[in-house]
Structures are given as C-alpha cells and as structure tokens.
C-alpha cells in the first residue's frame, strides 16, 4: 500500500551494506574515540573517515527532498522513499551523521534551502551540504514555555545597519560541536504587533560573532550526546549585519512552522529503528539465556511482550508511511494532523518497546553495554523536542473535532 519504490529499495540495499561493513563494526570504536577524546565535542576521526566513504558511494544528502534534487546525489527522495532509508540509520544513533542526514542540520539545510537568499546559500549552504561545517537551531529558552514558541523573549532590535540580540537559549542541539558554526537564532523584532505570529524573526548568526557565551553543555538523563551536544547560550549585544535576516522581519513563525514537520517526521523514521533494533537483540538475548529451566523464550510473559513489541512497530511503521505518502502528495502544513499523529504516537511507544527490550536485558539493558539505554533516552527526549507531545495533542484534537462537529473553539 505505502511503497517507497525502486530507487529507495536499491538505495536501502547499498545503505545496508555499508551498515554492515562500515557502521556497526565501528560501534565500539567509536566509543573508544570519545572516551579517548581530549575534547568531547570535537568532530572524531572515524566519522571523518566514514563520512568520506559514505559520499565516494552516493550515500550523501539523502534526506534532500525531490524540490531540490541538484543538492543530491541521488536526485532527491520523497518523505516515503526516505523514510526506510532513516529507519536503518536509527539502528545506530550516530550514524546519521556520517551520511550528513543528521538532525538539527537536515532541518536547517532545508531552511535555507527554501528561505534563504543565494548569498546566505552560498555562504552556508553550500558547506552544510558537504558535511564541511554543523550547525543549530536556536528557538527554545529556559525562562518560558516555549512550546508556545510566541512566547520566546530573545530580543531582536535595530540599531542602524545591524540587529541586535539579547537573550538565552537553551537545549540547542548541535552548539557544543567544534565544527559548528552557525546559528539560526529565532527572537522577538516587533514585541507589540497585534498579530503574535508576525512579532518574531529568525537571524543568521556565525557562532564567533562576539558576545555569544555557550553556557554549559545539557544532558539528557545523563547523556551528553557528544560529540553533537546540547546548549544553553547567553547572546549579549550580539551584532549582525541586516542582511543577515532570513526570508524577512517578522516571518520567523512562519520559518518555524515550514521548518519543524519534516524534522518531526525524521525523527520518527529514526525512532523506528531504533525500536526494531531493539526486538531483535531482545529475541537473542531471549534464546540464549536460560532461568527456571529453560530458555527465556520459552516463558510466556516473554513471548507476550516479544509479540507486542513486534505487533507495535508494525502498526508505528504504517502509520509512518501513511503520513509520509500524504506529505508528499499535500505538502506538510495540509498533512499536519498525520504529522501531529506521528509526534504523539511513535515517541512514546518505541520508548515502550525499548522499555520492554531492556528488561529482558536484566541490569544489562541499563548499561552502556548495549545501545538501548541511550536509545530510549532519545525516545523520551523527542517527546520534548519541536514541541511537546500535550501541545500536539491539542491542535490535533482541535482539527479533528472540527473535522468531524464543525467545532471551530
């Protein structure tokens, strides 16, 4: 019913051997890496390395939709041809990068690819697409709710041929990367218009513009998700130049809104992955370790979950397809109660699923030992990440009664 066609399997076919050749003999090396590291946030050979491999074989860039497939090597894939391409990616939770379809930069390239002016494209387009520089995306702040992203106070004012910011931003992934080096800051320019979705602006900003401090570095439940990393950054008197606008003063919410359902989406391929990962090491571990008599696999309650957990990916798999094929038959913004669907749904049930798997681990599955203890840290943190799983909810809810009462409250 969803088929992502023959360009993605054949792309899937080339993308699984360099898994198996490349990525996951290379899981503990990596690791070695960053422990070794003198700098945690520094880029690490071995990535350097596949990422070099990755794009002699065509694997580059793959995200890049079908509207701008000169930036890809593959001519550009549609959401539903993508999304088996990220759900193998999601297997292992660095992998991404190395074939440059890593958040937040997928979802900064294709702002800039349909915001930006040709001289910022050039600037800092052209050198994301090459995996030479990273880069952020700095909407959410500590001192509000920012789920309701009309809240944020950063402040963006004139002062003759410059803007300048003051303000701080928090859990913006990607800042602590030595290689990043460029912010795409979202503030308030006109705090007073009556229309709250035109007060905001969205700025380029070159991380060594002088009075950006990055704070400190974030975790979530513990992990520092180096060599990405996320921040909290204090901008002061932040200077540059007007040209550094994207798109327009007070088109930031709109930059916003344009940006966040395709990067909801990935993550959600990615989650996938790592769900179905996890059942399969859950069904070795299952077969090979004996209590009471006999294998595990033999006991009933773990049969159930096995069986849950395989009944649960299926179902979040459909799901995911289905609201891929309407992205792209409709565009984002008129699939947004998929997208809305996907948020709520896939998070939360992986994190489940990785649950269940863990604990047929034993102590094991809380360790370091195996992948999904970072992993399910990754699913309860996109229950946060582009908007909380309540906010979601509610304009889904929202759509859907008025879908079907007429309600428009």
Not at 125 to 130: A, E, G, H
Not at 233 to 248: A, K, S, T
Request: proline share 5%.
């Amino acid at each position: 019913m969803f088929t992502p066609g023959d360009k993605s399997n054949d792309l899937l076919a080339r993308l699984n051997q360099f898994m198996e050749r490349h990525i996951y003999p290379n899981e503990d090396e990596f690791e070695a890496q960053l422990e070794a590291a003198s700098e945690r946030f520094a880029p690490l050979p071995l990535i350097e390395k596949l990422k070099q491999l990755a794009r002699a074989e065509g694997l580059w860039n793959l995200f890049v939709p079908p509207a701008f497939a000169e930036f890809s090597p593959v001519g550009g894939l549609s959401n539903l041809a993508y999304a088996p391409l990220a759900e193998l990616m999601g297997r292992v939770l660095w992998s991404a990068e190395v074939f440059n379809c890593n958040a937040p930069d997928t979802g900064n390239m294709e702002v800039l690819m349909t915001y930006a002016s040709p001289a910022q494209q050039n600037t800092w387009l052209k050198p994301l697409l090459n995996g030479e520089i990273r880069s952020s995306y700095a909407m959410t702040e500590p001192q509000v709710a920012s789920s309701d992203a009309t809240n944020i106070e950063l402040r963006i004012e004139r002062d003759g041929d410059q803007w300048v910011l003051n303000g701080r931003k928090w859990f913006i992934t990607g800042a602590m990367n030595s290689q990043t080096r460029l912010f795409i800051v979202m503030g308030k320019s006109d705090p007073d218009n009556a229309d709250r979705h035109k007060q905001q602006t969205q700025l380029l900003v070159p991380r060594g513009t002088p009075g950006i401090t990055l704070v400190r570095p974030l975790t979530t439940l513990g992990y520092d998700d180096a060599p990405l990393g996320h921040a909290e950054i204090l901008f002061e008197n932040v200077r540059v130049p007007q040209d550094h606008v994207l798109l327009g003063e007070g088109r930031g919410f709109e930059i916003a809104q344009g940006r966040l359902g395709p990067g909801r989406m990935h993550h959600c391929m990615r989650l996938l992955g790592a769900a179905q990962r996890s059942l399969e090491l859950a069904c070795e571990r299952a077969e090979s370790r004996t209590t009471f008599g006999r294998k595990l696999s033999q006991h009933q309650s773990i049969r159930e979950d096995i069986a849950r957990s395989f009944s649960e990916i299926e179902m979040l798999r459909l799901l995911v397809h289905k609201t891929c094929r309407k992205m792209d038959e409709v565009g984002a913004q008129d699939a947004r109660d998929m997208i809305a669907a996907c948020k709520t749904s896939v998070p939360v049930m992986v994190q489940t699923i990785i649950d269940r798997c863990m604990q047929i681990h034993g102590a094991g599955g809380l360790t370091g030992d195996y992948f999904m203890a970072e992993a399910f840290s990754y699913a309860r943190w996109c229950r946060q990440a582009d908007g909380p799983d309540q906010v979601h909810l509610m304009a889904l809810g929202k759509q859907i009664i008025a879908r079907y009462a007429g309600d428009q409250s």
